[in-house]
């Protein structure tokens, strides 16, 4: 049958895009209250800007990398085809046969925006702006338009060899999340003087961010059913209970750890449980999401610990979270998809062990292709424009010294 467009799933695409574009101001929001006073405009500043940014490059030619036709056959980017979303327009495209091809291409827009938004947490409160904005442009186009060409762009070599990403384990969280450890490395620690606590200075703002992160992550997870459907439902549906496994797990250990029951804690773990998810969120079913979620809050709060042992400054725990929890998820899709939920597709307890194999090749190339692009990416920033403030601008605060403004008056 010729594909036609269906009201009621084009409906819910376009809600699911709402949903995941606020996601990167309460990104902003739960990232700002985090860090320092003096810090937190640079934090909004930044997550807003490529909000404009990536929605602009995007349509010139982000698009046409990540999904277009795919240049020579060897699954590694998609042709220029498609530049200025040539060709893309109001027909069913071929990812999404019964929605307009421009609402794949806008409902994708939000995924490129939010991916290198993540990283801002791990060089927070020490990056010079304009390295920044460089590094963020540069980044989009390099390294998150591949990864996502080789995972869901037709003819992407991950995605040929049967790779099992709903919403992005990879594409996202382990993309984001080792380049946030590259660029903590990179850049190098804070300056800290005897009197500096590294504590974060409005804890309401960051449980504001992380309630609207956890509403926007029901049309992140659920809008990559591309349709209004029982997938839908159920991506849905494990995304709520492994964030809130997640928090509970995070925040009982964490209790016992330190001796009080924290906030900060509660809603790490649901972002833990919900970066666990995102992957197998299509795959799943909802007892298979508390085991993620509990595994997600554990395991993400033991890599927080090492982080800490270990010295890097990745300030917001950028790595322990997004790259940890993606490749968790990755790795557990690869455990606990069932054909039940979502057919063709199935795991290890489904008896397809080689399913495990594929996703961690997938791990393995993620991190190995993101780690290099993003250093290559770093040096070449730091040799044109230098990526760090002067220390007295740090002390500052990259408010006043990069932005000329602050965010509470005294």
Not at 7 to 22: E, Q, Y
Not at 113 to 119: D, F, G, S, V, Y
Not at 238 to 262: I, R
Not at 337 to 347: E, F, K, L, P, T
């Amino acid at each position: 049958m010729a594909p036609t467009i269906d009201a009621g799933n084009t409906a819910w695409v376009l809600t699911a895009t709402a949903l995941v574009m606020l996601m990167t101001p309460a990104l902003a929001l739960f990232y700002g209250g985090l860090v320092r006073r003096k810090n937190v405009l640079s934090i909004l500043m930044q997550c807003m800007f490529i909000l404009a940014l990536v929605s602009v490059t995007w349509v010139l030619v982000g698009y046409t990398l990540a999904f277009g036709k795919d240049l020579n056959g060897w699954g590694v980017i998609g042709n220029l085809d498609n530049i200025g979303l040539k060709g893309i327009g109001s027909a069913p495209g071929m990812y999404a046969p019964t929605i307009p091809a421009a609402a794949f291409a806008l409902f994708q827009m939000m995924f490129a925006i939010i991916t290198p938004a993540l990283i801002i947490g791990a060089f927070a409160e020490r990056k010079r702006f304009k390295a920044f904005v460089l590094f963020a442009l540069l980044w989009s186009l390099f390294v998150y338009s591949p990864i996502c060409h080789w995972v869901w762009g037709d003819g992407g070599w991950l995605r040929n060899l049967g790779v099992l990403d709903y919403a992005g384990g990879t594409v996202v969280h382990i993309s984001s999340g080792v380049a946030a450890l590259v660029a903590a490395l990179v850049l190098g620690p804070r300056v800290r003087r005897e009197s500096d606590r590294f504590e974060p200075h409005d804890v309401r703002l960051t449980v504001i961010g992380a309630g609207i992160l956890w509403f926007g992550w029901f049309g992140f997870n659920g809008g990559s059913a591309l349709a209004a459907d029982g997938h839908a439902v159920n991506a849905v549906l494990v995304t709520n209970t492994a964030a809130g496994m997640g928090a509970l797990t995070w925040l009982t250990m964490s209790w016992m750890h330190k001796g009080s029951p924290s906030i900060i804690g509660a809603v790490s773990g649901a972002i833990a449980g919900e970066v666990a998810i995102t992957p197998a969120s299509g795959f799943v079913d909802p007892s298979s999401a508390i085991v993620i979620g509990f595994i997600g809050g554990v395991v993400c709060y033991g890599a927080i610990l090492l982080r800490e042992r270990l010295k890097v400054d990745d300030a917001l725990d950028v790595w322990a979270v997004h790259g940890v929890g993606g490749t968790l998820g990755i790795l557990l899709t690869g455990i606990f998809a069932v054909a039940a939920v979502n057919a063709g597709y199935s795991g290890l307890i489904d008896g397809n062990p080689h399913q495990v194999v594929v996703q961690l090749i997938a791990i393995a190339a993620t991190w190995i292709y993101s780690g290099t692009a993003t250093f290559i990416i770093l040096k070449l920033v730091d040799r044109l424009v230098g990526l760090r403030v002067e220390e007295s601008e740090e002390e500052e605060g990259l408010d006043a010294s990069q932005h000329g403004e602050v965010a509470w008056q005294m």
